[in-house]
T-cell receptor
Framework: DTAVSQTPKYLVTQMGNDKSIKCEQN?????MYWYKQDSKKFLKIMFS???????INETVPNRFSPKSPDKAHLNLHINSLELGDSAVYFC?????????????FGPGTRLLVL | GENVEQHPSTLSVQEGDSAVIKCTYS??????FPWYKQELGKRPQLIID?????GEKKDQRIAVTLNKTAKHFSLHITETQPEDSAVYFC??????????FGSGTKLNVKP
């Protein structure tokens, strides 16, 4: 089941470091998303890209910067990591924006900031 | 923006009983409502969805109902089994390009 894949699966790092999480989908979808799931399991959208173009940028610190080199990839770079960034980050994709299609989630990246 | 509330946060039922999870949303423009199941340590997976032009949808032991006037929708699981134990999320979509999730319901089915 590798339709939407993320690397790494686990990430443990020190406060203040910079880290990246990568996401790739092989479904041919146009739209990709990043979600943050906190310790209380609440899923919150962070970013959405449609065909490499940013279409949603929720209230997220500018330490978080998404990058989409092509429509199959959406990476998330985090600068100056803070304790509160510890969470599970899920990437997702859907066929296209504007269609009532649901999303396919990646396996998640468990980030722990010490 | 949209606000989705989900209740209860935890639900414990005996195997074979029914389980009902309820969600409300705030924006009447929402027109697509998926439900996701997330097993421990795994990704959320779609189990059923409903669109605003439909009041009810059923898939085997799972059904979803939508009341647009009251702005609430519910997930019904009948004849629950231990493998139904998971966290369930509702979501509401506005203009099909944003998904707002509820806070999740941890369902425990006791054998």
């Amino acid at each position: 089941d590798t339709a939407v894949s993320q690397t790494p699966k686990y990430l443990v790092t020190q406060m203040g470091n910079d880290k990246s999480i990568k996401c790739e989908q092989n479904l041919g979808h146009d739209t990709m998303y990043w979600y943050k799931q906190d310790s209380k399991k609440f899923l919150k959208i962070m970013f959405s890209y449609n065909n490499k173009e940013l279409i949603i940028n929720e209230t997220v610190p500018n330490r978080f910067s998404p990058k989409s080199p092509d429509k199959a990839h959406l990476n998330l770079h985090i600068n100056s990591l803070e304790l509160g960034d510890s969470a599970v980050y899920f990437c997702a994709s859907s066929p296209r924006t504007g269609w009532m299609e649901t999303q396919y989630f990646g396996p998640g990246t468990r980030l722990l900031v010490l | 923006g949209e606000n989705v509330e989900q209740h209860p946060s935890t639900l414990s039922v005996q195997e074979g009983d029914s389980a009902v999870i309820k969600c409300t949303y705030s924006d009447s423009a929402s027109n697509y409502f998926p439900w996701y199941k997330q097993e421990l340590g795994k990704r959320p997976q779609l189990i059923i969805d409903i669109r605003s032009n439909v009041g009810e949808k059923k898939d085997q032991r799972i059904a979803v109902t939508l009341n647009k006037t009251a702005k609430h929708f519910s997930l019904h699981i009948t004849e629950t089994q231990p493998e139904d134990s998971a966290v369930y999320f509702c979501a509401a979509s506005i203009n099909f390009n944003k998904f707002y999730f509820g806070s999740g319901t941890k369902l425990n089915v006791k054998p």
